[in-house]
């Protein structure tokens, strides 16, 4: 099949009379290119035949033409008299800027399918990107963004510039170099992300995507560079606004194709660089970080592990991230334990015995802090488990055994000013049990079972049912028993700085954390199992109460609570 000889020369003959500023003209070039863009949308050798003519001086031509009267538009400078009354001048600007915007959409669509997947067409068109870059600078204005042509118009011309580089590396890094390198308000990127569209959001996202395909040198710019971590805090904003899309929607396709971009950078052992790139000197973790963390989360809980080189591949990358999941750990846990302490030391004095004494004031970022320390705990689990598995899957089983030991090795092993992360989490649990007091049945318990009437002695803390707080104790008691999983040295760090106490203390519902006692019981199974001495601990403890049918330990009478 070959482009009709017929739509050639209606083409021809259309560009012959077009005239930018007689908008009469302008429809019958619409007409011809739209013709043309159908027929080459089906044929790769119409797109051949065609792209080795001079179309390109032609079109070359008409892109100077439409960027020139589309940007003197907008300065106000036409060639009208100015004699007609306001309301005839402003129904002509309307009617002229549509007409711009439909030549726009009508040039795009024609190029987008013109290159498509004919490199020699492709380099042709780029040489006119930088005119394609001031047209999405203009569509992508605020005003333009509400407006349903323009709107077509920017989506139409990313799937064009998208085409345009599409498989021809060396247009793509020129690409990619160049806008990395603009200055932030002429990074047409950042602000087609910024587009309410979701169809703009799936074209501009998928065009990042092949821009990073299969090149760490690309990703890498894109989380070291202030202009990359700028588009990447733009690209978080879209997928907290895109999770909830409904399912096969074009929002829920970018949302996919934007998880496949922040999966690329994870692989590409890049997540530490872009964590560090979103901080902000006044916050110990921002709401885009939090949002990174949340999509690592959930990469790690779906990586599929179906051969030994996809194993070995998940095993490096998760030994990439041990030390930025450590150094975090490490960094919220001790803001999290200096704000708790502050906020128990200004507490409100009171008459309650069973130490349900609510904080006076609680730290805005604590929430926060806590919402990120559960993701982090998670993630840790997560490879840690991984590495587990692999090492009982059969395949490659030294490689797999000694990765195993490494991950669980590693965080029982890592320290920060001295201190285990294994000491760091009982300590940051014992002080969450005073901190935040169980829910159970809807009412808090207080440290000795007893259901307390929290508006009978002090108000709650401000913010204290705050959902950032969920299920932080269940998971740290779970992180807590994978540490200590047949290690006897772990065992024996954990007896000595009262984790035992700790985790027995946990054994209860709590509705802020589903399952926690059953996570408590499984950390208290691992603590004893073939220790003499930690066993001997619990036995001392062992008399000092029971469990009633909710789930609530109750004192022994006579019994001295350690």
């Not at 939090?290 to 194993?311: E, F, V």
């Not at 591949?313 to 919220?332: D, E, G, V």
């Not at 919402?371 to 089983?397: F, K, P, R, W």
Request: hydrophobic share 40%; aromatic share 6%; proline share 4%.
């Amino acid at each position: 099949m070959s482009v009709h000889p017929q739509l050639i020369a209606r083409f021809k003959e259309a560009c012959s009379i077009f005239e930018i500023n007689a908008i009469d003209t302008h429809s019958d070039l619409c007409r011809a290119l739209d013709a043309l863009a159908a027929d080459l949308a089906k044929d790769i050798q119409a797109r051949k035949q065609l792209g080795a003519g001079d179309v390109w001086t032609d079109l070359s031509k008409l892109w100077k033409d439409l960027v020139h009267a589309q940007l003197t538009f907008w300065d106000g400078d036409d060639s009208d008299d100015g004699q007609d009354d306001g309301s005839t001048a402003s129904a002509r600007e309307k009617r002229k800027q549509s007409s711009l915007c439909a030549l726009c959409v009508s040039f795009a669509r024609f190029t987008r399918n013109l290159v498509a997947g004919v490199p020699a067409n492709q380099v042709k068109a780029f040489e006119n990107e930088p005119i394609i870059r001031r047209l999405l600078h203009y569509y992508t204005s605020w005003s333009s963004l509400q407006d349903e042509e323009a709107t077509l118009a920017a989506r139409i011309l990313t799937q064009m510039l998208s085409n345009v580089v599409t498989g021809n590396e060396n247009l793509i890094s020129t690409l990619w170099e160049t806008y990395l390198n603009l200055q932030e308000d002429q990074v047409v990127l950042i602000r087609l992300l910024t587009s309410p569209d979701s169809r703009i959001l799936l074209a501009v996202l998928t065009m990042i995507a092949g821009c990073l395909h299969e090149s760490r040198t690309r990703t890498k710019l894109l989380t070291r560079t202030a202009i990359g971590a700028r588009i990447c805090v733009t690209m978080l904003d879209d997928m907290v606004k895109l999770y909830d899309a409904d399912e096969a929607s074009d929002g829920a396709r970018a949302f996919d194709v934007g998880y496949s971009i922040f999966t690329r950078i994870i692989e590409s052992g890049l997540m530490s660089d872009l964590y560090v790139k979103l901080a902000m000197s006044d916050e110990i973790v921002t709401p885009h970080q939090s949002t990174l963390l949340k999509l690592l989360d959930s990469y790690l809980q779906s990586a599929p592990i179906s051969s030994p080189g996809t194993r070995s591949r998940i095993t490096r990358m998760h030994a990439r991230l041990c030390p930025m999941l450590s150094n975090l750990f490490f960094a919220l846990s001790t803001y999290a334990q200096r704000a708790i302490r502050k906020s128990l030391r200004h507490s409100v004095p009171g008459t309650n015995s069973d130490g349900l004494v609510p904080p006076a004031e609680l730290d805005v970022l604590l929430p926060k802090v806590c919402e990120a320390l559960v993701l982090v705990a998670q993630c840790i689990i997560t490879i840690i488990l991984t590495a587990q598995s692999h090492s009982e899957g059969g395949l490659g089983s030294a490689v797999n055994t000694a990765s195993s030991e490494n991950a669980h090795s590693y965080f029982n092993q890592v320290r920060f000013e001295g201190v285990g992360l294994a000491e760091s989490l009982v300590e940051l649990l014992r002080l969450l049990d005073r901190f935040l007091p169980r829910i159970n049945f809807g009412k808090p318990v207080g440290g000795t079972g007893e259901s307390a009437d929290i508006t009978q002695t002090a108000a709650p803390a401000p913010g204290i049912d705050n959902p950032g707080f969920n299920f932080l104790k269940r998971d740290l008691v779970r992180l807590l028993g994978i540490l200590c999983n047949e290690n006897r040295a772990v065992q024996d760090r954990l007896r000595k700085c009262g984790g035992i106490e700790v985790v027995m203390n946990l054994c209860a519902i709590d509705d802020r954390n589903p399952y926690l006692r059953e996570h408590a019981i499984f950390a208290l199974h691992n603590l004893l199992k073939d220790n003499p001495a930690n066993q001997a601990v619990v036995e001392e403890i062992k008399p000092m109460g029971k469990w009633d049918d909710n789930g609530i330990l109750r004192d022994t009478p006579g019994a001295v609570r350690k």
